[in-house]
């Protein structure tokens, strides 16, 4: 599967696995024996990855979370516990869009995207390259948590006290980690983004952490 392997795991569209297989009759049909055989992943209607085991490569998830809906970029649990954050093993890939929330159920796990203004979209999102390979965009540590935080439902931290407790007990984030925590990114998160009163909580705890 010579060809295949020189996808490597960057998903696809079907035009280019159809490209692949043009000298077939029904290359449609080679790609479905493919699906079948496990060594195409579906991952929604018209985009696949090659499975590990043409290529013999880690799959990653971060990747193919950019790939299943877009402009996005990993964050929430996901992106703190990429960082190490938090102690969780997190099983549902979470990203964040500027479109409607969105969740895919894959062969490769659960994805799902959370809406926040487009404004605050674009603050503090880095690239990942990994090995020269492939990259993903995931946002900082500081981004993250204000994702985290604007995106729980029913969360209300009117007190830096309050905001130590969450990220302390319910969080289990290690509170001298904080001390490297950039707060120019919450203040723009401040700006641009909703819960203002958790916000400007986190900033004042971050900043007597410093």
């Known amino acids: 599967m010579e060809r295949l392997r020189k996808i490597g795991i960057i998903p696809v569209n079907k035009d280019v696995l159809y490209s692949l297989f043009d000298d077939l009759r ?4 080679k790609i479905s024996e493919l699906v079948h055989r496990g060594l195409i ?5 018209d985009t696949y990855v090659i499975s590990k085991q043409v290529h013999n490569q ?3 998830r ?11 970029y990993v964050s929430l649990e996901s ?3 990429h960082y190490g954050l938090i102690p969780e093993r997190v099983f549902t890939m979470r990203s964040v869009c500027i479109k409607m929330h969105k969740r895919y159920d894959t062969p490769l796990g659960h994805f799902e995207y959370v809406k926040v203004p487009e404004k605050y979209f674009h603050i503090a999102v880095n ?4 090995e020269n390979t492939y990259c993903f965009l995931i946002a ?5 948590l204000c994702d985290l935080i604007l995106a729980a439902n ?5 007190s830096v006290k309050a905001m130590r407790a969450y990220l302390e007990e319910d969080l289990r984030i290690e509170m001298t980690a904080l001390a490297s925590f950039d707060v120019n990114v919450v203040e723009e998160c401040l700006k641009f983004g909703r819960k203002k009163t958790e916000l400007t909580q986190l900033l004042k705890l971050l900043s007597n952490e410093k």
């Open 62 to 72: 971060e990747l193919i979370a950019n790939h299943l809906y877009g402009p996005s």
């Open 140 to 144: 900082s540590p500081e981004k993250a």
């Open 79 to 81: 992106a703190l516990a």
């Open 154 to 158: 029913n969360l209300r931290l009117q």
């Open 41 to 45: 992943i579906r991952i929604k209607r």
């Open 127 to 130: 690239q990942k390259f990994v």
């Open 58 to 60: 880690e799959i990653s």
């Open 26 to 29: 029904q290359p449609k049909d």
